[in-house]
């Protein structure tokens, strides 16, 4: 079978992004991330995951075998052909009645002219828009699951300041209803973090949107993991008020600092094991691993930060141990710093307007994406809300046009990485997800319009290449457990 | 209530002109004087010496009104000594926001400047809250901020009001009739009462005193109630009471609206609510549409995100636009944002349209207010244009090159 594809827009594509850097997703210097599916630090292979421990590797050192590694199959699709849309390709181009071509869970062809191979399925978009499906690098959905209840508060181990040790997926609900609300507004990935009450919160994991029965289910494979750390306020209220340390933003640095000197020591001493294998392996220290994990480039630091001062603070600490920030989240004050930011290649996660809920966020702008950007750093919306993460488009939107009518030139395209191609990068999935691309995942969004419009709609998502999502027909609509008797049916409750 | 400033003859001329209370008016003309609407249409002449805006490819409308809000009594939500909102008490009945306001909270002006020109300023967290009051975003002394007060009586029906109830929805709702009861009693029998012949009642003389006028229906009983459960526990207590009820939060009111409508009940609806939560399971986007679909009158507010209701109340445009995206006619969410809220909180004399003698709170839009791609070029309160800046844009022309001279 011959699939005749002209790909008449992909040198453009190719030659046309104009995104302000062009990083692999390790940054260049680093060494390869430890990813969802693979074995810790040491272990020699990328281990698949094992179904059952095998009797061979029943006197091999925990270490050495899978750490909950992602079970992740794509949904089995004929191929999908989205045609005469506006696509939008976050790569810096736009196409009118433009086509994108999903084979085997990839995207096979961006184009004006791209034709369906036989027994594909064929989508006229006439009058939509296509999108990148929208990565969320700030999302606590499952770890702060609805009914939000006490039984599902579980995203924040606040009994020590330092929970390196914790892993957001062990937390995570897959039946949390807030779910689906996610990805009927386009998600198609997120990163799933433990909470900010604490300096070092734990690991992130980042998942393909789809309903599952476990989180292993949904772990994006090739991913690297996060590590959330907290700056400001949170930690030192949470820890001040029970008269604890850390009760002062020093405090919070000296807590930093003191952690991440336990993690160059066990570092040393398991690399040092590892060259050879001789004599009993160093004992395992869970929260000195992930740790390690960050020296070691293995692992992306996720780090909540508001004030510009801070930030600039937390810099100097990466300095200090040698490891890099990818990006700060929420940093209200970004604008202050954009210079700094840009210099350090260091990311920020934005909200749109949020502001004045505490102090360290009253100097909040509706221009902080836009002067972000123009400064020359990475700018992303994130939602950090069940609410937001719906929305995304719509946060994204607010930024451009407050940009906009300030003077700052912001083009659609820019925006539209603010929620696609810079949170891919965030959570170091650049090479796979948050553009449409040949060859790239095939996470796709067709929008009912313009999807900076506040009428738009998501109506149907595709997330490697299946249709998971589509808004035209409510009886396929992702349901979790809990709904099921408890919240009525869409579609079936006139 | 309202100080008249002298203001300008301002002349809006030649927009797209939403009057909201009459259809659309193209090319139409708004003139203002001394505060109020002097005329609007098509034939109005403008007096020498006006200051004319050109809105010609523009839209006009009343400004828009937000009907719940805590606008002025916090400033930063984690600074418990900015924040006015609450008094502890679970029965705060006596309790009126007006003199919490701070007039030079930055809040206001963050606000008015995206067209928010007026809100409902109303306590929250207790199970009855307190008075709310309808202030313009102007500037002045309390007095002139506020244009009505009180406007409503505050209560609280769902998960929130439990303890004051004893721990369970029934406790709350026999509570509630109590203290109704006892202000009904305490109302015909003051003298009774000062004589220390009564027994004793279930609420201080001040808060039986400030219910007097939700039992003279003088003032509506906002109950803020989400569940199905619980909103049919709030319309039973008004029927048994004949009270004005206003339902606030509603996020099933969509499976009863006929019911709501039957009862002529307005709703102040949060269009972005949809989480499931055992005080509302079904929370979904569609609501505001299939409530004004039965006939229910609906005022829309804002909420989704932290500050919806303060920092963020300017979000109530973005909210009413979803609305519509979710299947409300785009006319009905603009009246839901202006008019709406101004009937239901019983300004609608002189808010929340574009007629002849109303107060002149008009916004001149780029565009279609809902959408995000609008700009608000004009804001005028009380007939005085407002400069559009807030303490937010000093912060952007601070930094918008690096580094900032200090």
């Known amino acids: 079978m011959r699939i005749a594809i002209l790909v008449t827009a992909g040198a453009a594509l190719a030659s046309a992004s104009c995104a302000p850097f062009v990083a692999s997703a390790a940054g260049g210097k680093s060494p390869p991330a430890v990813t969802q599916g693979q074995p810790p630090a040491g272990a020699t292979g990328a281990a698949p995951a094992a179904p059952v421990v095998a009797a061979a590797t029943r006197d091999t050192l925990s270490v ?101 040790q914790v892993w957001a997926e062990h937390s995570f609900w897959p039946q949390d209803p807030q779910l689906p609300l996610a990805q009927a507004g386009g998600v198609t990935t997120i990163q799933v973090l433990p909470g900010s009450g604490n300096l070092i919160g734990g690991r992130s994991v980042t998942l393909h949107l789809v309903p599952a029965r476990t989180v292993q289910e949904m772990k994006f494979p090739a991913a690297p993991y996060g590590l959330k750390m907290a700056c400001g306020e949170n930690p030192k209220r949470v820890y001040g008020s029970r008269n604890t340390f850390p009760s002062t933003r020093m405090g919070n640095m000296a807590g930093y600092r003191s952690a991440f000197i336990g993690a160059e020591r066990y570092r040393r001493r398991w690399d040092q094991w590892l060259t050879n294998r001789q004599g009993d392996p160093p004992e395992r220290d869970l929260q000195l691993e992930t740790l390690a994990d960050v020296l070691r480039g ?11 001062d801070e930030m600039a603070q937390m810099m100097d600490l990466a300095r200090e141990f ?7 989240h929420h940093a209200v004050e970004a604008y202050k710093i954009a210079d700094l930011l840009a210099r350090e290649q260091v990311a920020v996660s934005l909200w749109a307007d949020w502001w004045g809920f505490k102090m360290e966020a009253f100097d909040g702008i509706q221009q902080n ?9 990475r700018a992303v919306i994130h939602s950090d809300s069940e609410s937001g993460i719906q929305r995304l488009n719509h946060e994204a939107a607010k930024a451009m ?28 999935l650049n090479s796979l997800i948050g553009t449409l691309e040949a060859g790239k995942n095939a996470d796709v969004v067709v929008w009912s319009g313009d999807p900076f419009s506040v009428y738009s709609r998501a109506e149907q998502v595709y997330i490697n290449g299946a249709l998971v999502y589509d808004r035209s027909n409510p009886a396929t609509w992702w349901r979790t457990d809990f709904e099921l008797g408890n919240v009525p049916a869409p579609g079936r409750d006139r | 209530m309202i100080a008249i400033i002298l203001a300008q003859t301002i002349a809006i001329t030649g927009g797209t002109v939403f009057p909201v209370s009459g259809p659309r008016i193209e090319y139409g003309t708004v003139l203002i004087r001394d ?27 009343p400004g828009l009104i937000n009907a719940f809000t805590q606008l002025g009594l916090t400033e930063v939500d984690l600074a418990p000594g900015t924040v006015e909102s609450s008094v502890r008490s679970d029965v705060a009945a006596a309790f009126n926001v007006a003199e919490g306001i701070n007039p030079a909270s930055t809040l206001i002006p963050v606000t008015r400047i995206e067209g928010i020109t007026s809100a409902l300023v109303a306590p929250v967290d207790s199970f009855i809250a307190g008075q709310s009051v309808f202030i313009d975003l102007t500037d002045g002394p309390i007095e002139q901020l506020v244009v009505k007060s009180p406007v409503a009586m505050h209560v609280t029906l769902d998960e929130a009001a439990k303890r004051a109830g004893g721990g369970s929805r029934a406790g709350v709702a026999e509570r509630l009739r109590r203290i109704l009861r006892d202000a009904q009693a305490y109302g015909q029998r003051r003298s009774d009462y000062e004589r220390r012949q009564m027994r004793d009642l279930a609420a201080p003389a001040a808060d039986l005193e400030a219910l007097q006028s939700v039992l003279a229906g003088r003032i509506p009983l906002v109950v803020t109630a989400h569940r199905v459960s619980d909103m049919r526990t709030a319309l039973r207590i008004a029927r048994e009471f004949n009270l004005r009820l206003v339902l606030a939060g509603a996020a099933e009111g969509w499976q009863i609206a006929d019911e709501i409508a039957r009862a002529n009940v307005p709703v102040l609806v949060e269009p972005l609510a949809n989480i499931p939560s055992f005080n509302a399971l079904g929370a979904r986007y569609e609501n505001p549409a299939r409530l004004a679909a039965a006939g229910v009158k609906v005022a829309l507010v804002a909420g989704a995100g932290p500050g919806g209701t303060a920092h963020n109340a300017r979000i109530v445009k973005q909210e009413a636009g979803n609305a519509v995206a979710y299947g409300m006619d785009w006319d009905a969410a603009l009246r839901a944002v202006t008019l709406g809220p101004a009937e239901i909180l019983g300004v609608a004399d002189r808010y929340g349209s574009l007629e002849p003698g ?33 303490r937010q844009s000093e912060l952007l022309e601070r930094y918008r090159t690096l580094p900032p001279r200090y």
């Open chain 1, 64 to 164: 050495d075998r899978p750490q909950y590694a992602s079970t992740y199959q794509r949904r089995p699709s004929p191929p999908v052909l989205i045609r005469n849309a506006t696509v939008l390709t976050a790569t810096g181009v736009e196409i009118e009645h433009g086509s994108v071509l999903l084979v085997d869970g990839k995207i096979a062809a961006v184009g004006a002219d791209v034709l369906a191979p036989p027994g594909a399925t064929v989508v006229d978009a006439t009058g939509k828009f296509v999108t990148p499906g929208i990565i969320d690098t700030h999302s606590h959905l499952g770890v702060y699951a609805a009914p939000a209840t006490q039984a599902e508060s579980d995203g924040n181990e606040m009994t020590n300041p330092n929970t390196a």
């Open chain 1, 298 to 308: 293995r692992i992306l630091v996720q780090n909540h930060c508001y004030r510009a």
């Open chain 1, 322 to 328: 040698g490891f890099h920030i990818r990006s700060f």
């Open chain 1, 369 to 377: 994406a836009a002067l972000v950007t123009q400064g020359g750093a």
């Open chain 1, 401 to 428: 046009w407050a940009g906009r009518r300030a003077g700052i030139s912001v083009s659609r395209d820019q925006a539209l990485r603010w929620i696609t191609a810079n949170p891919a990068w965030v959570i170091g």
């Open chain 2, 35 to 61: 505060g109020v609407i002097a005329a609007v249409g098509t034939n109005v002449a403008v007096p020498n010496g006006a200051q004319r805006i050109d809105a010609r490819g523009k839209i006009v409308t």
């Open chain 2, 358 to 390: 109303r107060v002149a709170n008009v916004v001149v839009w780029s565009g279609d207010p809902l959408e995000f791609s609008t700009a608000v070029e004009h804001v005028i309160i009380r007939g005085r244009e407002i400069p559009l800046t807030s």
